[in-house]
């Protein structure tokens, strides 16, 4: 199993950083159409996960927390982290590629960050979305997020690039603004703008002294909040130190085993392999599978978060011989006509986060 292995490196790493390891890895691989549960992001059904697992190891001196992951909901690290500290005076994230966005956060709550050559945080700036938010134009029933920075960068655009200063030019532009996007959702944008930039502000005040280091502290927020102007933007470990982040470089013994982890949940996974939903069915007109989205884990036990599928494809029938199968006179065919083009329907039929070792 490949979680003995995994079981293997958490022993090592405790031994040679001192410390109880919990590792949190979300799969981001690649599919040629949307797939549920063949990725996962940071979410509240996280937490019950890491309280069941915190209570079973019980206190420690330190905690490190294994991470990769590409984000997800902002709401959960304040809560994670705190969970995380209760259990111990010392809480550090190891990272050895992509921590991003709610990740970041997630770092920015630890004692130390240790980051790997190729690790990777990124700006915490949240995209947010509510039923005032625009609606998509290739498909009305989904909601479009609007990214907070984007807003104020438009705004800080008409001031710099423009020109536009006083009250009444920038009631223009705000009614330009409001005439895409509802007045309502644009203060659903800013108030997310300032829990954000709370929220950075009480996970570093888990660790820092924020009336004696304020200036610090200003400047990481900041950074991470809005002057890197790209949510995308890859901040590794020396530039992370320059921001103000309490990060240190991973001895090489600590690299070696921290990226051996990684290693082990991308070949289980297929990370590098693009997923190809006519790849998994083959010829078969269905199929099922469960994926394996998520892992939360320790060196006792590991929790996946796991969905199961039913994959079903069909080839599309000309008009003539759909109207016959729909009146009974053909039977549908049993097997995919060659030249036709193929519809594939991908359907969950359970999914949820489960102990597997």
Not at 52 to 81: C, E, F, H, S
Not at 325 to 353: C, F, H, I, N
Request: proline share 5%.
């Amino acid at each position: 199993m490949p979680f003995l292995q995994r079981q293997a490196f958490y022993q090592k790493l405790q031994e040679v950083r001192g410390s109880k390891t919990f590792a949190l890895f979300h799969s981001d691989r690649i599919a040629d159409a949307q797939v549920t549960g063949i990725n996962c992001h940071i979410s509240q059904d996280h937490l019950p996960v890491f309280n069941q697992l915190l209570r079973t190891a019980g206190k420690a001196a330190r905690i490190d927390l294994w991470l990769y992951t590409r984000g997800g909901d902002m709401n959960v690290p304040w809560p994670l982290v705190n969970a995380i500290r209760s259990f111990a005076p010392e809480f550090n994230v190891l990272v050895p590629f992509r921590a991003h966005s709610a990740g970041t956060l997630i770092a920015m709550g630890a004692n130390k960050i240790i980051m790997s050559p190729t690790g990777e945080l990124s700006p915490v700036d949240p995209t947010t979305a509510n039923q005032f938010s625009p609606r998509d134009p290739n498909n009305r029933q989904s909601i479009l997020g609007i990214s907070v920075e984007e807003v104020n960068a438009f705004i800080e655009m008409a001031k710099t690039t423009v020109g536009i200063e006083g009250s009444a030019d920038l009631t223009t532009v705000l009614q330009i603004l409001s005439k895409d996007i509802s007045p309502i959702a644009l203060g659903n944008v800013h108030r997310t703008y300032t829990q954000i930039r709370e929220v950075s502000k009480k996970l570093l005040s888990l660790h820092m002294d924020t009336t004696k280091e304020s200036a610090r502290v200003d400047e990481i927020i900041n950074k991470l909040t809005q002057k890197l102007y790209s949510h995308l933007h890859a901040i590794n470990r020396t530039e992370a130190k320059d921001i103000g982040l309490d990060v240190v470089d991973a001895s090489t013994d600590e690299d070696r085993l921290i990226w051996s982890i990684y290693e082990d949940y991308a070949k289980e996974v297929d990370l590098d392999k693009q997923f190809l939903i006519r790849g998994v069915l083959g010829t078969k007109l269905e199929s099922e599978l469960t994926l394996k989205g998520g892992f939360i884990e320790t060196s006792e036990c590991s929790y996946a978060y796991q969905t199961k599928l039913k994959l079903t494809q069909a080839s599309v029938l000309p008009d003539k011989i759909l109207e016959g199968v729909m009146a009974g006179r053909q039977k549908k065919p049993t097997d995919l006509v060659p030249g036709l083009p193929v519809q594939v329907e991908v359907a969950p039929l359970q999914s949820g986060w489960a102990l597997t070792s």
